[in-house]
């Protein structure tokens, strides 16, 4: 079954404690998303990675970090200096091959932040 | 800065009717225009995507139009099924077209009634 996994599917924590959300594919796609979902907003763009040990910052990246030292992997992890990281997180993955652009989410972890 | 706008409020309509959703923008020109469909607590699926020289896109009961002239995509569900009751996504390409940055609309709620 090729797809994107995320885990947990929720996720618990204290304030002031950082945490890290995985984010697997087995599409072997070369581009990787983090967004965001608030009630009510679209989908905002945390961070993004086309290549292996490189990614880029999106529009709200303050607080959150990532890394990207394998082609199937793209944790993320929200930082205790995010001030509100109670939402619901997506990952996405793509092919960068020509005229490809539609992209494959996983099923997203809610964080919740006490 | 860019903004996209989704028919805020939901949309009921009886089955067997056309479901027609707007997507509209302002403040730039997107290279693409992708269609999502999501359902409660979990990640968006792709549905289509139309390019800015392509005036509509069809994909079997599902038709989209794209008017740059009046920065705005039509999404159309022809005889439509509760089952196609969800939250529907418009997300517009920015920046390089090859970083695959998406900026997403809000959504439109849509209830297909029996």
């Known amino acids: 079954d090729g797809g994107i996994t995320q885990s947990p599917k929720y996720l618990f924590r204290k304030e002031g404690q950082n945490v890290t959300l995985s984010c697997e594919q087995n599409?072997?796609?070369?581009?990787m998303y983090w967004y965001r979902q608030d009630p009510g907003q679209g989908l905002r763009l945390i961070y993004y990675?086309?290549?292996?040990?490189?990614?880029q910052k999106g529009d709200i990246a303050e607080g959150y970090s990532v890394s990207r030292e394998k082609k199937e992997s793209f944790p993320l992890t929200v930082t205790s200096a995010q001030k509100n990281p109670t939402a619901f997180y997506l990952c996405?993955?793509?092919?960068?091959?020509?005229?490809?652009?539609?992209?494959?989410f996983g099923p997203g972890t809610r964080l919740t932040v006490t | 800065s860019q903004k996209i706008e989704q028919n805020s409020e939901a949309l009921n309509i009886q089955e067997g009717k056309t479901a027609t959703l707007t997507c509209n923008y302002t403040?730039?020109?997107?290279?693409?225009l992708q269609w999502y469909r999501q359902d409660p607590g979990r990640g968006p699926v792709f549905l289509l995507l139309?390019?800015?020289?392509?005036k509509e896109k069809r994909k079997e009961r599902l038709k989209v139009t794209f008017d740059t002239t009046l920065k705005q995509s039509l999404f159309h569900i022809t005889a439509s099924q509760p089952a196609d009751s969800a939250t529907y996504l418009c997300?517009?390409?920015?920046?390089?077209?090859?970083?695959?940055?998406?900026?997403f609309g809000q959504g439109t709620t849509l209830q297909v009634k029996p």
């Open positions: 996405a993955s793509r092919t960068t091959a020509d005229m490809h652009y539609e992209q494959y």
């Open positions: 599409l072997n796609h070369d581009a």
């Open positions: 990675s086309q290549i292996v040990n490189d990614f």
């Open positions: 403040n730039y020109s997107p290279a693409y």
């Open positions: 139309i390019r800015e020289n392509e």
């Open positions: 997300a517009l390409s920015y920046g390089s077209s090859n970083t695959g940055k998406l900026i």
